[in-house]
């Protein structure tokens, strides 16, 4: 066996009422600024259980609450500023993965000098270290898809230049896991972030980072989404169905931290990046044929074994049989969660687009390419472009 090491340090609960466990951790903090998007957690009564158990505990609390969907250097600088303004002292990330992400973010800023694009690792990106530890994050999703609880990584866009990337900047201290927070989202947006919580399972399992520790993680993830994704869009009251995808959410992010995304994720953030109304999810569903069809044929013993993980392979069976049966699997849980016809042209793409599309996939992915068990090429991509238009 290889050697290999990770590291997760986030303090996870995971469970139904969990908002209420703020009562009993050791808080960062005296004033935290709530990092939200802000209209669905003020609607359902969120944001004021948030602000009555905090006042209770005595604890003073500002609101920041205008995340765009793909959240912005500008949004990571102005929670910074309002962090100031107002003599905060740790960071409260509330609602769907852009509200966390773009607390990360600032919470890396808030200890280290200079603009947040001098710590981006690729494209314009200034290649810097961290050098100072960030202010403290609590990290509360209310949205089953990112797992962005459960990894450093905040997905940040530069409107200047339309380059959406990554950074690995800041785990939370404590991530709190309430599937009850996830009850009234639509069945719409209840998919598009079921899939990228799939999407992150099956990429961290085919991916060439795949370790000892993330494959097993990684094949119950996959597993436990196709056991639930279709319940939870077709009958979203269902509890059971919402408690086991927010924990196979908690489990993408995990492993993906433990593995890494393939270049699926690079090719979608070049899409949202040009064309921001992409929905993440929406993004990567869009392009998920095509992809895991290339991958059925290159590396066709993973598709077998993610066959194997939901239990669908039959005696007998060749690994390429298998290969084929996930992928039958997998188009028919897009039909049964309602997006199985998503396609490019959905989000005004044309094929004129295609040469920055693949020209951005580059630039997002920095060293990711390289994280494919196969090579991908330009001719590839342009391939899979045209099969999701």
């Not at 459960?150 to 690995?168: D, F, L, S």
């Not at 961290?204 to 370790?211: G, H, L, M």
């Not at 009251?237 to 433990?258: K, P, Q």
């Not at 066959?307 to 996930?326: C, L, R, V």
Request: aromatic content about 8%.
């Amino acid at each position: 066996m290889d050697s290999f090491s990770f590291q997760i340090p986030t303090q996870i609960h995971v469970g139904r009422g969990k908002i209420q466990d703020l009562r009993n951790v050791k808080l960062p903090g005296k004033k935290p600024v709530i990092v939200t998007s802000g209209t669905s957690i003020k609607k359902f009564g969120y944001l004021d259980t948030l602000r009555i158990i905090l006042s209770e505990l005595q604890i003073e609390s500002v609101i920041f609450d205008s995340v765009v969907q793909n959240p912005t250097k500008r949004n990571v600088e102005e929670i910074v500023e309002v962090f100031r303004e107002n003599q905060c002292d740790f960071l409260i990330g509330f609602g769907g993965g852009s509200s966390i992400d773009a607390a990360k973010a600032a919470a890396a800023m808030l200890t280290n000098e200079g603009d947040l694009w001098d710590y981006v690792q690729i494209g314009t990106g200034k290649r810097k270290a961290f050098v100072h530890d960030p202010i403290p994050l609590i990290a509360i999703p209310t949205t089953a898809g990112t797992g962005t609880e459960g990894n450093a990584t905040a997905v940040i866009t530069n409107e200047a230049t339309g380059e959406k990337v990554g950074i690995g900047c800041c785990f939370p201290r404590i991530s709190l896991v309430d599937p009850e927070l996830t009850i009234n989202i639509s069945p719409k947006y209840t998919a598009f972030q079921g899939f990228d919580a799939l999407f992150h399972c099956m990429e961290a399992f085919i991916a060439k980072k795949a370790i000892p520790i993330s494959n097993p993680l990684a094949l119950d993830g996959v597993k436990i989404i196709f056991n639930n994704l279709a319940t939870a869009v077709n009958h979203g009251e269902n509890m059971d169905a919402r408690s086991n995808m927010a924990w196979g959410a908690t489990l993408g992010g995990m492993v993906i931290c433990l593995s890494s995304c393939t270049t699926a994720h690079n090719i979608e953030h070049s899409l949202s990046g040009i064309k921001p109304a992409v929905v993440h999810g929406a993004g990567l569903i869009i392009i998920s044929s095509a992809f895991h069809r290339l991958g059925a044929k290159r590396i066709p013993e993973k598709y077998a074994a993610l066959a194997d993980a939901i239990g669908i392979s039959m005696p007998n069976q060749t690994i390429q049989e298998k290969a084929h049966a996930f992928l039958d699997a997998f188009e028919q849980l897009k039909f049964d969660c309602g997006v199985g016809k998503l396609c490019l042209r959905d989000y005004g793409f044309l094929e004129s687009d295609f040469d920055e599309i693949i020209e951005k996939s580059h630039v997002i992915a920095g060293g990711a390419f390289s994280r494919d068990l196969y090579e991908i090429t330009d001719s590839d991509l342009r391939t899979m472009l045209l099969e999701s238009f």
